[in-house]
C-alpha cells in the first residue's frame, strides 16, 4: 500500500509565496512521474506541474514563471514553490505519483488527501 501526504498549504495575500510539499511512504520499489493538480470550488480538477524522474518538467500555462516544480527521488518527495500567488491560485492541491509497488508488484496510480491554499485579495 502507498500513501502520499501533502503539506505546506494555507492562508496567504495576493503576491506572496507558499511552499507544498508531497511525501510518499509505503510499499514503493520506484517512482516515475509526479505532479501537483488543483481543483477550485466548482470547478475541475485541472494540471498544475508535473516532473519525470529526470527531472523534466511541465507546467500549466496560468502557473509559468512562477510555479516551480521539484522532487528529491531519494525521499519519495515533490515539492511545488508558488510565488506571485494571485486569488484565482485559490485551490485544494492534490499530489500525484505514477508508483511501481511492490508486495505485489504493480504500478499505480496514487493521490494524496489535498491540501487548501487561499489566496486573499
Known amino acids: 500500500q502507498v500513501q502520499l501526504v501533502e503539506s505546506g498549504g494555507g492562508l496567504v495575500q495576493a503576491g506572496g509565496s507558499l511552499r507544498l510539499s508531497c511525501a510518499a511512504s509505503?510499499?514503493?520499489?520506484?517512482?516515475?512521474?509526479m505532479g501537483w493538480y488543483r481543483q477550485a470550488q466548482g470547478k475541475q480538477r485541472e494540471l498544475v506541474a508535473t516532473?519525470?524522474?529526470?527531472?523534466?518538467?511541465n507546467y500549466a500555462d496560468s502557473v509559468k514563471g512562477r510555479f516551480t516544480i521539484s522532487r528529491d527521488n531519494a525521499k519519495n518527495t515533490v515539492y511545488l514553490q508558488m510565488n506571485s500567488l494571485k486569488p484565482e491560485d485559490t485551490a485544494v492541491y492534490y499530489c500525484?505519483?505514477?508508483?511501481?509497488?511492490?508486495?505485489?508488484?504493480?504500478?499505480?496510480?496514487?493521490w494524496g488527501q489535498g491540501t487548501l491554499v487561499t489566496v486573499s485579495s
Open positions: 500525484n505519483a505514477e508508483v511501481i509497488a511492490t508486495l505485489p508488484l504493480n504500478a499505480l496510480n496514487a
Open positions: 509505503g510499499s514503493i520499489f520506484s517512482i516515475n512521474a
Open positions: 516532473i519525470t524522474r529526470g527531472g523534466s518538467t
